[in-house]
Nanobody, 127 residues
Framework: EPRLVESGGGLVQAGGSLRLSCVVS????????YGWFRQVPGKEREGISC????????YSADSAKERFTISSDNSKNTVFLQMTNVQPADTAVYFC????????????????????WGRGTQVTVSS
């Protein structure tokens, strides 16, 4: 059974950094594109960035390009999101998701029906 488990969230001061990890199991890593999303209570989930299994950046939101970096370690079936200079507005639950490479053009759209989702990790940024 496919499983994505996020970790690395927590409480951080504004201006600090965090690295989120997403360990993927139960699916063939190379057949999927991986994305990071975030959601604030009461708001829609938004796509941050997507990466192919070969390490190519498929998508990066304008709001994330300067401060967030997605990467992957295929040897560990793990996807990362390096967050720098975090701000209180970055406070959210961060989710990792996998979608078949067939639908890679939708990797940033959380409403796509074909995602496999993790449960998320809370990031809280204090001012």
């Amino acid at each position: 059974e496919p499983r994505l488990v996020e970790s690395g969230g927590g409480l951080v001061q504004a201006g600090g950094s965090l690295r989120l990890s997403c360990v993927v199991s139960g699916l063939y890593f190379d057949d999927y594109v991986y994305g990071w999303f975030r959601q604030v209570p009461g708001k829609e989930r938004e796509g941050i960035s997507c990466i192919s299994s070969s390490g190519g950046i498929v998508y990066s939101a304008d709001s994330a390009k300067e401060r967030f970096t997605i990467s992957s370690d295929n040897s560990k079936n793990t996807v990362f999101l390096q967050m720098t200079n975090v701000q209180p507005a970055d406070t959210a639950v961060y989710f990792c998701a996998a979608i078949s490479v067939i639908y890679s053009d939708r990797c940033h759209d959380p409403d796509t029906a074909f995602f496999r989702w993790g449960r998320g990790t809370q990031v809280t940024v204090s001012s």
